[in-house]
């Protein structure tokens, strides 16, 4: 018999044009795309675990997925046959052989996602799918003051959209999650870079929080406003969820 190995894939993928990360009966998907050159190569059913879902139109940097398969295939050939294979929008950047019990969601101890974001008149075209284009006068100093608020543990509840769990489930941790850092820097001119670390992330979480502090940089809500928004454990308090081509899950941590 043969032994089974378990493959580590590091992944990238510009999500513009895919139905998310995960597979679908109907519907472009990452998951999707790489399970099926990998039934190509060793001539299998594979099932790709992810470290998480993404949306449709969020971007990786850093995604990791495993599989386990019985093929003799060396890492490097995977390395190679994936990229050969796979389109352009998805590159994988790395392969390993892990211990047979590691899994890329359930072995995660935090994720990095960052949500880029343009004020300029004009935005370049090639810039377009990466990152929001809102040209408006920001308080960026209200929402540094809000996003000082936001590290530690929280019920997140006010930022999660539904489908994020199963909520009839009495036990885990329900939606308070713990962040590490919340921050935003300059990175150009009219370029602004949000950044979230956190042991764990409910669904849209970020673009919830993204959308609803741009309200308070608008002067639509006050820095002691988003506060009563966090507290108050209700969805319907928060504001709008910003659009997902800003997003970009950049690094996941074990």
Known sequence: MKTTR???LLIAFDGTGYSGWQRQKHGITIQGEIESRLFRMTGEPVSLHGAGRTDAGVHADGMVANFHTAAEIPCPAFFQGLNSMLPPAIRILCVDEVQPDFHARFAATGKQYIY?????TVLMPQQRHFCLHYPAA???QAIQACLTLLTGTHDFASF???GSRDKSLTEGQGSTRTLFAAGLEQTNDNEHLFSFTGNGFLRQMVRNLVGTLLEVGRGKQSVDSFERILLAKDRTAAGPTAPAHGLTLKKVFY
Do not use: M, Q
């Open 6 to 8: 378990n493959i580590r």
């Open 116 to 120: 880029r974001l343009f004020t300029g």
């Open 138 to 140: 920001i308080d960026f």
């Open 160 to 162: 999660e959209n539904t």
